[in-house]
């Protein structure tokens, strides 16, 4: 199967990117601002029976963890837009050759091409770009 490489991306496509960029990181926005984030929150000043601390507690670290992931796919979204107005946006950040488009499409925020992340993925370098997947 032939990969699409791009040597520059159109206009129509940065805009594209953009806005799924934008939609990500809205969506992201949301979700820490959520109700559910707010009940998670104020639940701290609820007492509990000793019995519910053990449960009150992993649902806080799942909570928190889950934010600290949104946070920072945040930064790579920001670092990604800043990319597309430096002109680097959808080259390898490790080779500097251009990323494909169809990772692009799956990971606007990605850094690095598929030969290059595999590679930094099995020298134990991973980078956390591989956590995220893009979900509409």
Known sequence: MARTIVKELTKAQ???????LDDKAE???A?????KANKALSRGDEPLDEEELPTQSHEEWIFLNRNNIDVMLLREIDQAVVRMNDGSFGT???CSEPISLKRI?????????????EELSSQGTEQPEN???YRD
Do not use: D, G, T
């Not at 940065?14 to 799924?20: E, T």
């Open 14 to 20: 940065l805009k594209r990117f953009r806005q799924m």
């Open 105 to 117: 499409e799956a990971l606007p925020w990605a850094l690095y091409c598929v030969s290059c992340q």
């Open 92 to 94: 390898c950040q490790e």
């Open 27 to 29: 969506e992201i926005r």
């Open 31 to 35: 979700n820490l601002q959520s109700a």
């Open 131 to 133: 956590r995220f997947a």
